[in-house]
């Protein structure tokens, strides 16, 4: 992986780092998984270049897959625990508000791959992912995501994260999925600005 710095690649308005610090951003290179969908975008580094980057849907799988597999080794006892980060649950409501689809094949091939659910045989659909979705609300810790969600959001963009606004957000996920495949492929969804 070649490590390349720029600056200004992130508009400031989106975040809360000073002008000394540094931005990383990480990119994939190496995927076992084939059930994803991909854009070409033009970035500006250096000229214009042409990229091939992931579909929302599938940015939406992968952020699902990181909410429902995210371990980290323990510091201790050099074991894998689940962790859970704010702005995974921030990423969540945002893919729900802005009725964004996942897609399903990608994140079962994710699911299946590696972490926790590898080899499960597990087929993704609305049902199984919004009960393995509130199954994690029980377990997660509220002071810790909005710590986490406070760091790296402007105050004009906070929410607070508990388990009603995110369990409510799961319910209408469940509930409306349906319509949003043909209203995705009708209107297109709005793309974060970055």
């Known amino acids: 992986m070649e490590v390349v710095e720029k600056e200004n690649i992130v508009p400031s308005q989106f975040t809360k780092l000073e002008e000394n610090e540094k931005l990383n951003i990480k990119l994939e290179t190496n995927y076992s ?5 991909w854009e070409l975008k ?21 952020k699902l897959n990181a909410i429902l597999t995210r371990e980290t080794t323990d510091k201790k006892s050099h074991m894998l625990a689940r962790t859970d980060k704010g702005r995974d649950w921030y990423d969540l409501l945002w893919y729900i508000n802005n009725k964004v689809p996942p897609n399903f094949d990608f994140l079962s ?17 609305i049902k199984w992912v919004t009960d393995a979705l509130f199954k994690r609300t029980i377990k997660l810790n509220y002071s810790n995501l909005n710590l986490d969600i406070k760091a790296i959001t402007l105050p004009e963009n906070r929410i607070i994260l508990d388990n009603l606004t995110i369990s409510k957000a799961i319910t209408v996920f469940r509930r409306d999925y349906g319509g949003w495949g043909s209203l995705l492929s009708a209107h297109g969804p709005a793309s974060p600005s970055l």
Do not use: M, Q, S, W
């Open 42 to 62: 033009t970035i500006n580094i250096d000229g214009e270049k042409k990229i091939k980057v992931f579909d929302l849907p599938c940015l939406f799988a992968g």
């Open 33 to 37: 998984v084939n059930a994803f969908n």
């Open 109 to 125: 091939e994710k699911l299946n791959f590696k972490g926790p659910f590898a080899g499960e045989k597990i087929k993704a659909d």
